[in-house]
């Protein structure tokens, strides 16, 4: 028998409204969930984007206090979407209530931040997710299967990359993510927490890395308040500092003795999302990349052909069926969030800690700290545990 569970979400920009969906699919999508989502109150500092959102998705209540959410005793989750500077706040009232926390990567600024908000939630037992949504594309879920079946061999080398366009117009509006006192790092903590997050999950663990960054846009149009988002575009006005890197990238030795590198920037030309893995062992190999996220092209020696094939998406792959009943019927970026959303909600139907919680993201904030440490050091730094 299904039950209801109270959710509350803080800060509705992009994100804040593709979780609210989110929650709205899991009956349609999952019609087997033991806990159906009730959109009880989102908050957002601008009344506007709360008004849209109780028009559009249904929440019974607004606030421009995200406390209110947080104590509002008919909520169970407090989903996090509002900007970085804000997570470690959120969690630590969050926890406090003992509420379930979803908080979007990279879970506070810095790596510090992240070792907080991981300390307080394991303090207060409250169980936690994080948005690493690429994780759960079908495709990249067999390629999970086909690394865990050891169908690739032993894994050697491993290449990560998040090349996106979102700020690559000179003009593009300085909005939060690119000062450092709100967002903390820029490219890194961005985009190379969800490549740091799909090597931890297909190749394991990090030994040691050397890393470099770059600055190419170095001011920008200031962002008008509660206005827009940052693929916004600005039309003159007030320029202001970027205080934080567009590019970051590193050379990644793994602990099974993998050899890969990570790549990720925000100004890229040509490339708009493009999030990416090129995986390979002693037997096979796999490359995936977000941009054509319904195909996985497959190479595996010894086979009947001397090059990779492709893959289609389809329901033989994990969660695809829960979208379309045939094959080729691709899904999209929203739909990988129902699917992260309805393992959230699992994990609290059985009362378990699932993958990716905060645990992962410490994981994560490990390397980016490694990376970050190498910049200043310029050589290897070895990945150490924060806090
Ligand atoms: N997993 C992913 O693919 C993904 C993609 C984009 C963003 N994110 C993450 O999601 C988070 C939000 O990013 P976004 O792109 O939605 O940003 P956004 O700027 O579009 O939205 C943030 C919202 O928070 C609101 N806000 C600011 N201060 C607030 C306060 N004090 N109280 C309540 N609300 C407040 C803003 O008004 C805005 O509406 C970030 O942590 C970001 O890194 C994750």
């Not at 209110?68 to 997570?87: C, K, Q, Y």
């Not at 890393?211 to 200031?222: K, M, N």
């Amino acid at each position: 028998m299904a039950s209801q569970i109270g959710i509350g979400i803080i800060g509705m920009g992009w994100m804040g409204m593709v979780h609210g969906r989110a929650y709205r699919q899991i009956p349609q999508r999952f019609p087997d969930s033991e806990l159906i989502p009730d959109l009880i109150v989102c908050a957002d500092d601008v009344a506007a984007r709360c008004e849209q959102a109780r028009n559009t998705l249904g929440f019974t209540r607004t606030t421009t206090d995200w406390r209110e959410v947080v104590d509002d005793p008919d909520v169970s989750v407090v989903n996090i979407t509002a900007p970085n500077r804000l997570h470690l706040d959120m969690v630590r009232a969050a926890a406090k209530a003992g509420k379930h926390v979803f908080c979007e990567k990279p879970v506070g600024r810095n790596p510090e931040e992240t070792a907080e908000i991981t300390r307080t939630a394991a303090e207060a037992g409250v169980l936690t997710w994080v948005g690493y949504n690429y994780r759960w594309a079908p495709l990249v879920q067999h390629t999970r299967s086909l690394v865990a079946d050891g169908v690739l061999g032993d894994i050697t080398h491993y290449r990560g990359r998040f090349f996106a366009g979102y700020a690559n117009h000179p003009d593009g509006v300085l909005s939060w993510r690119f000062r450092r006192e709100d967002a903390g790092s820029g490219a890194l903590g961005d985009l190379m927490s969800h490549v740091a997050d799909m090597a931890h999950m297909l190749a394991g663990p990090v030994r040691r890395v050397i890393g470099q960054q770059a600055l190419f846009v170095e001011d920008r149009p200031v962002a008008p308040a509660g206005e827009g988002t940052h693929f916004s575009v600005g039309t003159g006005g007030k320029r202001e500092p970027v205080t934080n890197e567009d590019y970051a990238g590193a050379l990644v030795e793994f602990e099974n003795g993998a050899r890969g590198t990570f790549e990720v920037g925000r100004v890229i030309q040509g490339t708009h999302c493009q999030m990416a893995f090129e995986i390979h062992g002693t037997k096979g190999a796999a490359r995936w990349d977000f941009e054509r996220m319904n195909e996985l092209q497959v190479y595996t020696a010894g086979g009947p052909h001397d090059g990779f094939v492709t893959l289609q998406s389809g329901p033989a792959y994990p969660g695809h069926g829960h979208f379309n009943p045939g094959p080729a019927l691709g899904l999209g970026y929203d739909d990988l969030k129902v699917l992260e959303t309805n393992h959230f909600l699992r994990s609290i139907a059985v009362g378990r800690q699932g993958e990716p919680g905060f645990s992962e993201a410490k994981a994560v904030a490990e390397v980016l700290a490694a990376v970050e440490h190498s910049w200043s050091s310029d050589r290897w730094e070895t990945v150490q545990g924060i806090g």
